[in-house]
């Protein structure tokens, strides 16, 4: 059965930090993973990783994808309340539908 | 311009009623998407549906569930005989399609209540 697990489900830091949310994948037929910001209801995409290795950024926000380890890290360096949300990862399988398998989220609160 | 609506944005209803949501995707996408997102669970695949083929309704989890796409457009989530673990919000997503890098755009979402 196709699994996605994040850690740790819940983060409390002071603002100005820095954190790292972990997203591991069990899953057949990978095509790619899915960073997505979860404020209220409706996900933001944040980033696609396809290849390992190769750090992809977005001024504060970045990730890195490792296909051997089945693993993807997000990090949020000096960390605002504007980041506070749940923080979901997302797998893409390679089949007719293109579905994506979700991991159950990290909620991040960021104090000031 | 215009993302994805959803409609209504809040429904609370008596078990055992049907109850429909809506869904607008955004014009020109050919895939569109719906999920269901308990309490503290992650967002759960529910069905899917690309152009004028099949829909995948390999998410759907019983036979109360159903969704239809009418003219390649609008979808239509039913649930029959609704029961209070059908409690959850119910996002929809589309996409430009499945070839190459996409990215799916989602809805506001549907909180649905049963008591």
């Known amino acids: 059965e196709d699994k996605v697990v994040q850690s740790p489900l819940s983060l409390v830091v002071h603002e100005g930090d820095t954190v790292t949310l972990n997203c591991s994948y069990e899953v057949t037929n990978f095509r790619s993973l899915l960073w997505y910001k979860q404020e209220k209801k409706a ?21 890195i994808l490792d296909k051997k380890e089945l693993f993807s890290i997000l990090n949020i360096t000096a960390t605002q309340t504007g980041d ?12 007719g539908a293109q579905k994506l398998v979700f991991g159950q989220g990290t909620r991040l609160t960021i104090n000031p | 311009g215009a993302g994805v609506s959803q409609s209504p944005s809040n429904k609370v209803t008596e078990k055992g009623k049907d109850v429909e949501l809506r869904c607008d995707p955004i014009s ?3 895939a569109l998407y719906w999920y269901r997102q308990s309490l503290g669970q992650g967002l759960e695949f529910l069905i899917y549906f690309q152009g004028n083929s099949a829909p995948d309704k390999s998410g759907l989890p019983s036979d109360r569930f159903s969704a239809e796409r009418t003219g390649g457009s609008v979808s239509t989530l039913t649930i029959q005989r609704t ?9 929809c997503a589309s996409s430009f399609g499945w070839d190459g890098a996409y990215e799916q755009y989602f809805g506001p979402g549907t909180r649905l209540t049963v008591t």
């Open chain 1, 84 to 95: 506070s949300a749940v923080y979901l990862c997302a797998v893409e399988k390679i089949q």
């Open chain 2, 28 to 30: 020109g996408h050919t």
């Open chain 2, 83 to 91: 029961q209070q673990e059908d409690s959850a919000v119910y996002l």
């Open chain 1, 43 to 63: 996900p933001t995409f944040l980033f696609m990783l396809t290849s390992s290795g190769i750090e992809k950024k977005s001024g504060r926000l970045s990730s």
